[in-house]
C-alpha cells in the first residue's frame, strides 16, 4: 500500500504480480498503478461461493443453518480477504458464528481456539501467514478443535511446503484460495502460444528448487504477469504511446484486452479505468480454490478449472474432523 501511493506521486509506473489488497486501489483512483492479478475481496468471495454449492450436497445442511467462522491476521491483507468473507457468507445466507482477527506475530493463539471451541463452526475460513497458520493448527490440535473444513486465503495457506513441514499429513483435506498455478490451468482453452512458457518456467523453478512437491504457484503468477507486461503492455507503449515513459505505459495498459485464456493464469484482462472505484484493477481476474491431498494439489472450484471433485467435509479420523 505504501509503495503504490509513492509510486503514484513521484508519477512513476507499478506492475503489480502478487499482492492482492483490494485496499491497494480500492477508491484511490491511482493512474500510474495496475494490477493483472486477482484482488483480496474477490479471494473472500470465491470461497464462500464455492461453500454454498457444496453446502447441501456435501454438508448436508441448508445454507441457514451452515455455521462458519471466518478469522484473520489484523493487517491489510487480512482484513480486505475477511471482508470478501463476510459478504459472501450474508449473500449465501451462512451463519457466522465467529468473526476475529489477531495479530500475525502473536505468541499465543489458545484464546481464539477456544472462541473456535465455543463456536462449533462448520467451516473455518482463515486468512493468515507463517508461522501463525502452524501456531493456529498446533493448538487447534492440542485443544482438541473439531470443524468440516478449513479453507484458507493464500499468504501462508499458498506455501505448501512450509504448511507440510509445520502440520505433516495434517495439511491433507486443507483448502486453499489463490489465482490458479500455472501448472494446474486448463491448457484446453489458453492460447496455444503459452503452454511451452509454462513448461520453461517449470523446468527453471525445478532447478532452483530440486525436489519440492509442488512448485510455489506465486513464482507462476509473477511469471505470467511479467510475461503479460512485456510481451504485451511493452511493445505496445513503445509501438503505439513512443517511448517507456510512464504516461507511455499507462495508456498501453489501458488497452490491454486479453480474453479469458489469454493468460498462463487462465483469466483475460481488462484494466478498470479512471472514476472506477478499482481504477487499475484487472476486471477479468479470478482465483481459484484447490485442495491439498497426498503432497498434491488439485483445483476444485469453479467447474471450468476443476481437476476433481472437493473432498467435503474432512474424511472421519483425521486429525480435525467432527465426523
Known sequence: MPVAARVEQLKKFMWITTCISSAVLENKNYKYVFRPQASGDQFGMMTMDFIAQNTKEK??????????????????????????????AKKAGFNIVLREGYSATAPDLSA???????????????????????????????QGLKFGALVGHGAGYGVYEKLKEGLGADVDYVFNTDPISIWLANQKSMDPKLPPIIKA????????????????????????????????VLP???????????????????????????????????????????????????????????????????????QREAVLPLPKGTTYSNQ
Not at 245 to 260: C, G, N, S, V
Open 201 to 232: 518456467v517449470g523446468e527453471e523453478f525445478d532447478k532452483r528448487k530440486p525436489g519440492l512437491a509442488i512448485r510455489s504457484a506465486h513464482v507462476g503468477m509473477a511469471a505470467s504477469n511479467t510475461y503479460l507486461f512485456l510481451n504485451d
Open 59 to 88: 454438508l448436508g445442511k441448508d445454507a441457514k443453518d451452515l455455521r462458519v467462522a471466518i478469522i484473520h491476521e489484523d493487517g491489510a491483507y487480512g482484513v480486505d480477504v475477511a471482508k470478501g468473507n463476510e459478504a459472501g
Open 236 to 306: 505496445r507503449a513503445i509501438k503505439k504511446y513512443g517511448g517507456i515513459d510512464p504516461d507511455a505505459l499507462r495508456k498501453a495498459a489501458l488497452d490491454t484486452d486479453i480474453p479469458e485464456g489469454g493468460t498462463m493464469l487462465g483469466f483475460g484482462v481488462k484494466f478498470h479505468g479512471e472514476g472506477s472505484p478499482m481504477a487499475g484493477q484487472n476486471e477479468r481476474s479470478f482465483p481459484v480454490v484447490i485442495q491439498y491431498v497426498d503432497d498434491k494439489s488439485y483445483v476444485v472450484w469453479p467447474k471450468s478449472q476443476a
Open 112 to 142: 481464539l481456539v477456544t472462541k473456535l471451541k465455543r463456536a462449533k463452526p462448520d467451516v473455518v475460513f482463515h486468512t493468515g501467514y507463517n508461522p501463525d497458520i502452524t501456531l493456529l493448527l498446533r493448538q487447534a490440535r492440542e
